[in-house]
């Protein structure tokens, strides 16, 4: 987004045009942020008095934080998450960049019918797909193991991955492969010298994606999991932190944001890339 | 660096033929340009070369090797493609080495040949920049550069000036030119632009729907064209297409067009003519041999008067458009002896330079 003023613009014009808007939705996407912080940091008496401002903090403790860590299995889950994460985010990437590169670039019978499939494959809701998934996980003998979590994301992420990156590869020109070749790769030496170097911005978005997919996950996670030091971070927070109808505020929003600051951070860590894939196009 | 032969090749896209029927010999150190209107095939017959496109049917040999089925890298050619192609995530010189160091050639030695390839060039300041950083001419002869540097037997070129603004493509026309001299070596130059072909070809290979209308050297194209294709593609403006009729008149023959202007046949042609007398045939004539009347330099050129429609000056000359016989017909005369449009003014026609074309067959008779 370029800061300059553009010609004939006026500075109040800018204000409602501009500034106005960019503040409304910077707010709109922080306050969440903001409030799991005050209330992971606030006192229970304080957090159910109705007569004082609910945006204050008057009084702020790290009582919830402490439960958090020290009380419940946080620490276990936040690593369970993170481990199922990079696992079922490297398995679908590396099939999706396989799998992108030959259906966006080689010929073969039934190649376009086959892409269509793959989409097709993405469209099953899991809500469906997790009934015969759990036989299959405990045919494998993995019911109740993070494996099973790693070996089930990739379901919905492949799909997912490869549909991405068909189209980013096919932004890359065939000519810088094709000229490669000529000047004495194999085609395996122009895929991985040439073509995935370019589309690393496109891999990053996929990776991205893929990541915060399986880091988000709730369903397969809650059906696939029983043991509490199995469970990861969405499963095990609302599982052990809500006890029928009684809701643990301060530690649920605690763990909350403990889980979301990694993801963003990636994320303002990537943007650049992040934007660029999206948006497709590597310039000659 | 070697001799390349095309043996009766073909190429068809599932059901549409690209390439049908191509034989081309193509000698040691020789520069030749295929050309042709778009989607005659100039492109697939190219990258057959290359090795990019499967061979439908037929042969090609590079020196004596036959590679229908040798994959691209082992075919030792070098190709520049019209958008570059220069990989965007590479500075010049790694751009310039990728081939070298594919095929593990020492440091020291891919350092030489880069550094001389870009002194050839004039491209050595430009060795630490990438792709984006240059301009439309700098990244042309830095893909040339890559072509240079791996020493291949071919060069293959697919319309690399195209991009260019049109200056510049004349600039560099003469630049490919130099470099030919310089790095003696077999080229195959794909174009559209019938002046580029002209200009740069030891032989020109004019190409139209899939096949070979003609080949030879440009002098000859221009002189001698075989069919009214080729008449019709070399030279610009384009030679004219009258229609008229071979007559007899008196010993000699004469060209009458339907209007009633009547041209004496030169006399060493008319045996080549005889046997056509009294058909309807096609009358070629280049603007540049269609002027001004002047004082005659030799009888074999002959007046007639015409009106004139339109003028476009070019500053050297004027090309002057009329109607003769129906057809729009374009002369070039001397900016000083035009008249305005509507005026009549008397032109002569070099019989000597011109061509009888039967429409039946299309061939130059
Ligand atoms: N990949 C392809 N699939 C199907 N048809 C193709 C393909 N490539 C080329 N053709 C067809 O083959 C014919 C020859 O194409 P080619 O690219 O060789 O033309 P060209 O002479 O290079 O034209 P231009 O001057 O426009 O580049 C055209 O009719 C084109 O439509
Ligand atoms: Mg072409």
Redesign the pocket.
């Known amino acids: 987004m370029s800061m300059n003023r553009l010609v004939g613009e006026t500075y109040s014009k800018r204000l409602f045009v501009f500034w106005i808007p960019l503040f409304l939705f910077v707010f709109v996407l922080l306050f969440p942020f903001f409030w799991m912080l005050i209330t992971s940091i606030k006192t229970d008496a304080e957090l159910y008095n109705r007569r004082i401002s609910p945006f204050l903090v008057r009084d702020p403790t790290l009582d919830h934080w402490k439960l958090l860590f020290n009380d419940t299995l946080f620490v276990q889950w936040a690593w369970n998450t993170l481990w199922v994460a990079c696992a079922s985010t490297g398995i679908s990437l590396f099939a999706g960049v396989l799998g992108g590169y030959a259906l966006s670039r080689l010929v073969f019978p039934g190649s376009t019918i086959f892409s269509i499939w793959i989409f097709i494959t993405y469209l099953v809701p899991p809500a469906l797909l997790f009934i015969p998934l759990t036989g299959v996980m405990s045919f494998l003998g993995l019911h109740d193991s993070r494996l099973s979590l790693v070996f089930s994301y990739p379901t919905f992420l492949v799909p997912f991955c490869i549909w991405l990156l068909i189209g980013y590869f096919q932004t890359i020109p065939k000519e810088l492969e094709e000229c490669a070749r000529i000047d004495g790769a194999t085609r395996i030496q122009a895929m991985v010298k040439i073509v995935f170097p370019l589309a690393i911005p496109g891999i990053l978005s996929a990776g991205i994606f893929a990541f915060t997919l399986s880091w988000n996950e709730f369903l397969y996670a809650l059906v696939f999991l029983s043991s509490p030091e199995n469970k990861t971070v969405p499963v095990g927070v609302t599982g052990e932190l809500v006890l029928g109808d009684v809701f643990f505020w301060g530690p649920l929003m605690a763990g909350a944001l403990f889980g979301s600051v990694p993801i963003a951070i990636i994320y303002s860590f990537f943007v650049e890339h992040y934007v660029s894939g999206m948006t497709g196009a590597v310039k000659g | 660096m070697a001799e390349i032969l095309l043996k009766d090749l073909y190429k068809t896209?599932?059901e549409?033929p690209?390439?049908r029927g191509i034989d081309l010999t193509i000698a040691e150190n020789e520069f030749v340009v295929l050309v042709?209107?778009?989607?005659?095939?100039?492109?697939?017959?190219l990258?057959m070369i290359a090795g990019l496109e499967h061979i439908t049917a037929g042969d090609i040999f590079i020196g004596d090797r036959l590679i229908n089925d040798v994959p691209p890298r082992d075919r030792n050619i070098a190709m520049v493609f019209q958008n570059y192609a220069l990989y965007p995530h590479m500075t010049v010189y790694e751009n310039m080495s990728f081939g070298l160091r594919l095929r593990k050639v020492q440091k020291g030695e891919i350092d030489i040949r880069v550094k001389e390839a870009a002194e050839i060039l004039n491209i050595e300041e430009l060795l630490e920049r990438r792709p984006k950083q240059l301009s439309g001419g700098q990244r042309q002869r830095v893909a040339m550069g890559r072509a240079i540097v791996r020493n291949p037997q071919a060069f293959l070129f697919?319309?690399p000036l195209s991009n260019l603004d049109a200056k510049l493509r004349v600039q560099m026309r003469t630049e490919i030119k130099r470099i030919h001299q310089r790095v003696k070596t077999t080229v195959v130059y794909?174009t559209?632009d019938q002046v580029e072909a002209m200009s740069l070809a030891d032989r020109i290979v004019v190409?139209n729907n899939?096949i070979i209308e003609q080949v030879g050297p440009p002098q000859e194209m221009y002189d001698n064209p075989k069919t009214r294709f080729v008449a019709g593609f070399i030279g610009s403006p384009a030679m004219n297409f009258v229609p008229c009729k071979l007559t007899t008149n008196g010993d000699g023959l004469s060209i009458k067009l339907t209007d009633g202007v009547d041209l004496k046949v030169p006399g060493e042609r008319e045996k080549r003519y005889r046997p056509h007398v009294d058909r309807d045939l096609i009358l070629g004539i280049r603007p540049e041999h269609l002027t001004e009347c002047r004082q005659h330099t030799n009888e074999q050129q002959q007046d007639f008067g015409c009106d004139v429609s339109v003028l476009e000056p070019m500053g050297i000359d004027t090309m002057v458009f009329m109607e003769i016989a129906n057809v729009e017909v374009c002369a070039r005369a001397a900016p000083d002896a035009v008249k305005n449009p509507g005026e009549t003014m008397t032109f002569t026609i070099d019989m000597q330079k011109m061509h009888l074309i039967d429409p039946s067959t299309d061939t130059v008779l």
């Open positions: 896209y599932g549409t690209a390439v042709g209107p778009s989607g005659c095939g100039k492109t697939t017959t990258r697919d319309e794909v559209h190409m899939g």
